[in-house]
């Protein structure tokens, strides 16, 4: 009972009790949104970053949105740079506004990159976090709907017909080797070497 007691008057306060900045609105982590009681009521324009779309909760983007509350998704499912296991390919085929109808799409308003410390020093920072980081950027500038294998019309050297997963390649191993040439330490994207290039 205090803990519930507790959340309310957390919720009260941080979500009503503090008044936005002039042309500001209230920005709550998803937890607010999932634990707040039945008959609590959220400001009109609250923005929920939401971190914890995975499997345990696959639809709280949608559910969010469907209430009409705005987004920023950070799931740790697809977009923590920590799951040192995931490719650039898996931060950049996740698609936050995936099955949300177009009102919805519309409040999934940004997304972000996450990274912690557990795995990074100063050693590592920049390969843990590049290209995937630049993957994210992309997925969110662009938000093409496109899958790994959907054939481009574009074929490689050899005559063979290249995906998009192929083509996007191609784009990060070169965005990789521009932050190279800067002094980034940046994870290869795939096997390859960076020659002497114009930037």
Not at 6 to 12: E, G, H, K, V, Y
Not at 16 to 39: I, K, Q
Not at 46 to 64: C, G, H, S, Y
Not at 145 to 166: E, I, M, R, W
Request: charged share 15%.
């Amino acid at each position: 009972m205090a803990r519930c007691l507790a959340t309310i008057l957390l919720l009260t306060f941080f979500a009503t009790g503090v008044p936005p900045a002039p042309r500001a609105t209230h920005a709550l982590r998803c937890e607010a949104y999932e634990h707040a009681p039945a008959a609590f009521t959220f400001a009109p324009g609250t923005t929920f970053q939401v971190w914890k779309e995975d499997a345990d909760d696959p639809d709280l983007v949608a559910r969010i949105t469907a209430a009409n509350f705005s987004v920023v998704a950070s799931p740790s499912s697809h977009w923590y740079l920590d799951n040192l296991a995931a490719g650039w390919d898996a931060f950049y085929y996740y698609r936050p506004a995936a099955n949300l109808s177009a009102a919805q799409t519309r409040l999934v308003v940004g997304g972000e990159a996450v990274m912690f410390g557990e795995h990074v020093d100063a050693s590592n920072l920049d390969s843990v976090t590049q290209p995937r980081a630049a993957a994210v950027a992309e997925r969110l500038w662009s938000d093409r709907a496109a899958l790994p294998s959907d054939p481009t019309g574009q074929v490689s050297p050899a005559g063979v017909p290249l995906t998009d997963k192929d083509v996007t390649q191609q784009r990060l191993a070169l965005h990789r080797c521009r932050l190279v040439q800067r002094g980034v330490r940046a994870a290869p994207v795939a096997p390859s070497y960076c020659g002497a290039m114009l930037v």
